[in-house]
């Protein structure tokens, strides 16, 4: 049987590492999950449950998920990404959805020939024994005015400067937490996409790939 890839990438908000999961997983058949919209998920149950919002809902709600639920637009805003990096700080809800994400970075659907999960404990927790360990990271002013570019073209209302501001906040929750904080693992390799191309950062990311995999 043929070795399954496995691709782990850590990074902070809006640092391009979801596109760059997309293109990898694509040109590799990899199955692709983007973990924080598992977070997102769970904000959203937050904000839509208010007072009813528990574990035992928000355990219910994760052993039915689909992941096509995890596309929709309203997993997008500011808001929902806020109160994400809030209960993501909660080590019970750490815990109901990493047997979730285990599954999928493990047991892919047959037709792929492995996986790819992008989050912020990818590297730490989640896939430690990753093929591919990659830290992808870009300038603070940068990520925000992409993340505004890409919110602007999906029509979701919002400012340049109320997403540095949300971006910001995610930051300080994410780095400093005390569970699973974000940080860059001693054996991923870190990308800074702040003066790269989508493609020309896909490009690094493959050659550094297709020399381990003898492509
Ligand atoms: O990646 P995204 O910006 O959609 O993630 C939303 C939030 O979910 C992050 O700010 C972070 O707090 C949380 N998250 C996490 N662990 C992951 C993925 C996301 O704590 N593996």
Redesign the pocket.
């Known amino acids: 049987m043929k070795k399954q890839i496995s691709v782990a990438i850590d990074s902070p908000?809006?640092a391009g590492?979801?596109t760059q999961a997309k293109l990898i997983a694509k040109y590799y058949n990899l199955f692709y999950l983007?973990?924080?919209?598992?977070?997102?998920f769970v904000?959203y149950l937050k904000i839509k449950y208010k007072k009813e919002f528990n574990y035992t809902l928000v355990k219910k709600k994760i052993k039915n998920l689909k992941v096509k639920e995890l596309q929709k637009k309203k997993l997008l805003s500011n808001k929902v990404?806020t109160v994400?990096?809030i209960i993501?700080k909660d080590k019970k809800i750490?815990k109901i959805v990493h047997n979730f994400?285990k599954k999928c970075a493990y047991k892919p659907p047959k037709n792929f020939s492995g996986s790819i999960l992008?989050?912020?404990?990818?590297t730490s927790v989640?896939m430690k024994d990753a093929m591919f360990k990659f830290f992808i990271t870009a300038n603070i002013k940068t990520r925000a005015k992409r993340r505004f570019k890409e919110l602007k073209s999906l029509d979701i209302k919002t400012s340049y400067n109320e997403v540095l501001k949300s971006i910001k906040k995610?930051d300080k929750?994410?780095y400093n937490r005390k569970i699973?904080p974000l940080k860059k693992t001693k054996d991923s390799i870190l990308i800074n996409t702040t003066n790269l191309t989508k493609r020309s950062c896909f490009l690094k990311i493959k050659l550094i790939m297709d020399k381990k995999l003898n492509f």
Do not use: L, M, P, W
């Not at 983007?34 to 997102?40: Q, S």
């Open positions: 908000a809006a590492a979801g983007d973990t924080g919209k598992i977070y997102r904000g990404a994400a990096s993501a750490r994400q992008d989050g912020r404990d990818i989640i995610r929750n994410d699973s």
